[in-house]
């Protein structure tokens, strides 16, 4: 009986370790995080042309006033911010990045056999996205009184924050404490460049770079930290294949 018992126990053992390893196997073969992250990162970067066109140089005339959008000057210059570019780029650009994103998944279920709940992720990335995008477009068309040059800067930025909150769905559907930790410092980072708790942690990036073009930095930055995640993704999943 005891030995009966003891390689009873051995096989339990066994079966709980094969599971184990085929669960793991399972959840590297259902993760592509490198995709969402690489393309998102494309999407950041490519917003910068669409952040130009609502930015026009106008002449410095209070009586006018902000002409339909928000009218920064900086150093003598006047910058008229109009944010419906940015909001319709962002808006189309959320709808078939998160299609496409789809579509990846289910072609990679398809070739692997074995598939991920990504709807929730790609819902999330849109519904979010929307929103975000429609708050952007509509917010730079205030006129925010008492901001400094870069205000409205980091008002057109938001659809950035919709990116990081989706990725913590994504986390949760590719039960991965990697991607669960990115997401939080992709968080992080767009809350800052947006200027939120930027102040009080005593940040502040000078580039000296005009009104028309302040938007640059902020989306090189949370483009390039996308883009290096997709890339960093995409070798641990080379190396655990």
């Known amino acids: 009986m005891t030995d009966e018992s003891a390689l009873s126990a051995d096989i339990a053992r066994q079966v709980f370790s094969t599971t184990e390893h085929l669960t793991r196997r399972v959840r590297q073969a259902q993760r592509g995080t490198w995709f969402p992250l690489v393309l998102l990162g494309l999407v950041v970067v490519a917003a910068a042309p669409f952040y130009r066109l609502g930015r026009q140089v106008v002449t410095c005339d209070p009586a006018l006033g902000a002409r339909g959008g928000v009218e920064i000057i900086y150093k003598g210059t006047c910058v008229q911010v109009v944010g419906w570019p940015a909001g319709v780029y962002w808006i189309s650009a959320f709808v078939l990045a998160y299609a496409a994103i789809a579509a990846f998944y289910v072609h990679r279920a398809r070739t692997r056999g074995v598939g991920a709940r990504i709807l929730p992720y790609v819902g999330a990335g849109v519904a979010v996205g929307l929103v975000f995008g429609v708050l952007s477009g509509w917010a730079q068309q205030l006129n925010l009184q008492g901001m400094s040059p870069t205000g409205p800067v980091a008002v057109g930025l938001v659809p950035l924050i919709s990116i990081s909150l989706a990725l913590f769905v994504l986390a949760r559907v590719e039960r991965s404490w990697a991607v669960l930790t990115f997401a939080v410092g992709y968080l992080v980072v767009t809350l800052l460049v ?48």
């Open 194 to 241: 947006c200027g939120i708790g930027a102040r009080g942690l005593g940040l502040h990036i000078d580039l000296n770079l005009t009104p028309t073009w302040s938007f640059l930095p902020a989306l090189a930055v949370t483009g390039g930290v996308l883009l290096l995640g997709g890339a960093g993704f995409a070798l641990a999943e080379r190396r655990n294949a």
